[in-house]
């Protein structure tokens, strides 16, 4: 007991520093580091890249020579030939063995074309992660800045939740003197409740995206899961420039993929037409047998293998001559190949549509999020002159209160430009760092 009592304490010390790490805020670098590890259809990529590297080994290991061997037991009964000359009605078992060799020589090159398009076919599907890879990054940035919205909405309705309260004690201690009507006190009660009801939906909002961001993680257990705010990332700084993402377009790895896809393609059609050439092989086989005359003494199994045995070694010719399939395997490839041609040109026309189109929407992004700071701050200032003519008696209750939810559109108005800028600006980072690697 002595020697479990200080591992036991240790680990009851230890327990709260281990939960409270389970537990800390996840950056957004994190929640993307765990997509890349737990995300279904990432983890369906990696899947398709393994078996592209089977197909590959088993091309590389075509020219190895296929070796078999087996055996087959056969029981005679009736008239039974007996080493070739005696003829007997005999019940006996007969044992044959072998084991033979084919190894290709000459395949009309489609061995090595085959091997040369699982290479390249191998380079595809590891550029088609990395394509993956930035599609769930824009993915968890999109859910962690919703996310992040949601939460700063869910704060600003528990200010606007306290306001009320806060409003409607003042307006409750001027009716009590008289200066306030029961009606004013009314609809202060009810925008206090109308605003309780802003809180609540606020408060589902942030559970919908926490849910919605931990679906993309592949995070079962979202219980504990939290995240922290993106520090000054709001700058006036200028977006990545247009023209050299362009013209780094071919860098980028949807568009590695499809060239990748076309050379597989061309050497798949090379090994296509290599079934139009002789196909030579090299052979060899060995053969043997024993038998069991039953009620027939005296024969014995070594001196049957010494002398029943017998092989063979030789070159194996195949000329194709007429072979409808061969000409529509070739017909095939050919198609294949355009295919995968306007699959690139497609790529690549999307690719310039998806930059041009993040690289605007950041410009037009940055500007919405400077207007509605301007528009936020107008409106907080007609808030607190129409709270000082409010206690002064020179405004109505609808008249305040009119003011103040002007404001919270404002705030809220602020709040999605700017993580709509913020999302705008890291995804036009992340199709950037391609022409920055080039």
């Not at 290991?61 to 087996?70: D, E, F, K, L, T």
């Not at 979202?222 to 247009?242: K, M, N, Q, R, Y």
């Not at 139009?276 to 052979?283: A, I, K, M, N, V």
Request: hydrophobic share 40%; with cysteine; net charge negative.
């Amino acid at each position: 007991m002595k020697r479990l009592f200080l591992p036991l304490s240790l680990l009851l010390l230890c327990l709260p520093l281990i939960v409270a790490a389970q537990s800390a805020p996840w950056s957004l670098d994190d929640c993307i580091d765990y997509a890349f590890q737990h995300n279904p259809a990432l983890m369906h990529r990696g899947v398709e890249y393994s078996l592209r590297e089977e197909s590959l080994k088993e091309a590389s290991n075509s020219r190895v020579p296929v070796i078999s061997a087996g055996a087959q037991e056969t029981f005679h009964m009736g008239n039974t030939l007996i080493m070739y000359s005696i003829d007997e009605n005999l019940t006996m078992s007969l044992t044959q063995i072998g084991a033979a060799l084919e190894m290709p020589l000459i395949t009309g090159g489609r061995i090595p074309n085959t091997r040369t398009a699982e290479e390249y076919a191998l380079k595809s599907a590891a550029e088609n992660i990395a394509v993956s890879k930035l599609n769930l990054r824009i993915r968890v940035a999109a859910a962690y800045l919703q996310l992040l919205c949601d939460k700063s909405r869910q704060e600003m309705a528990v200010e606007q939740v306290a306001l009320c309260k806060e409003q409607l004690c003042s307006v409750s201690k001027m009716v009590d003197e008289g200066v306030r009507t029961g009606a004013d006190l009314s609809e202060t009660k009810a925008e206090l409740s109308a605003a309780e009801h802003s809180l609540t939906a606020a408060e589902g909002a942030v559970g919908i995206s926490k849910l919605a961001l931990a679906g993309i993680m592949g995070l079962e257990d979202d219980s504990a899961f939290d995240i922290v705010e993106i520090e000054g990332a709001v700058t006036d700084d200028d977006s990545a420039p247009l023209l050299p993402m362009l013209e780094n377009l071919d860098n980028h790895p949807a568009v590695l993929s499809a060239r990748y896809a076309i050379s597989s393609a061309e050497y798949r059609a090379k090994a296509a037409r290599g079934a139009y050439y002789p196909q030579l092989s090299l052979f060899a086989n060995y053969n043997n047998y024993f038998y069991f005359p039953i009620g027939a003494p005296g024969i014995h199994v070594g001196s049957q293998l010494g002398g029943n045995g017998w092989g063979a070694l030789g070159l194996k010719l195949a000329v194709p001559i007429l072979n409808t399939s061969t000409r529509a395997q070739a017909s095939k490839a050919k198609l294949a190949i355009e295919d995968a041609r306007v699959t690139l040109a497609e790529t690549r026309m999307e690719l310039s549509r998806q930059i041009r189109e993040a690289y605007f929407q950041t410009i037009t992004a940055r500007e919405r999020y400077s207007s509605a700071l301007k528009a936020e701050a107008a409106s907080k200032e007609a808030y607190q002159y129409r709270q000082k003519t409010f206690d002064a008696g020179l405004a109505t209750v609808y008249e305040l209160n009119q003011s103040r939810l002007q404001w919270v559109s404002a705030c809220s108005q602020t709040l999605q430009s700017k993580y709509e800028y913020l999302l705008r600006k890291r995804i036009l980072a992340y199709y950037n760092v391609y022409g920055e690697e080039n």
